[in-house]
């Protein structure tokens, strides 16, 4: 059974730091691209960031980059989003996602495996 279960969201003010983990189980972690998808309220789900199975490959919003920064731990099967610099638009639930392949894709049908999501709230 494939798990995927995120933590550290939270309440921060603005110009602050987050850092969302996801632990993933059931799953060739090794061998899968993963991505964070974000839902802010009364707005569909979008793309926030994604990395390839290595890491090598990342991806990234026009909206984050510079300021969030996707990586894989593929030891401990764990997949991270460092966002700095945060602004109150980026408050929404956050989701970790893994993908079908072994790629990073910015497309929500490529992810097959979804985290139960955890809140952020960008204070301003």
């Known amino acids: 059974q494939v798990q995927l279960v995120e933590s550290g969201g939270g309440l921060v003010q603005a110009g602050g730091s987050l850092r969302l983990s996801c632990a993933a189980s059931?799953?060739?972690?090794?061998?899968?691209?993963m991505g964070w998808f974000r839902q802010a309220p009364g707005k569909e789900r979008e793309f926030v960031a994604a990395?390839?199975?290595?890491?090598?490959?990342?991806y990234y919003q026009d909206s984050v980059k510079g300021r969030f920064t996707i990586s894989r731990d593929n030891v401990k099967y764990t997949v991270a989003l460092q966002m700095a610099s945060m602004k109150p638009e980026d408050t929404a639930v956050y989701y970790c996602?893994?993908?079908?392949?072994?790629?990073?894709?910015?497309?929500?049908?490529?992810?097959?495996?979804w985290g139960q999501g955890t809140q952020v709230t960008v204070s301003s």
């Open positions: 059931g799953l060739p972690f090794r061998r899968t691209g």
């Open positions: 996602a893994a993908n079908s392949n072994t790629y990073g894709s910015t497309t929500e049908g490529s992810y097959v495996y």
């Open positions: 990395i390839n199975w290595s890491g090598g490959s990342t």
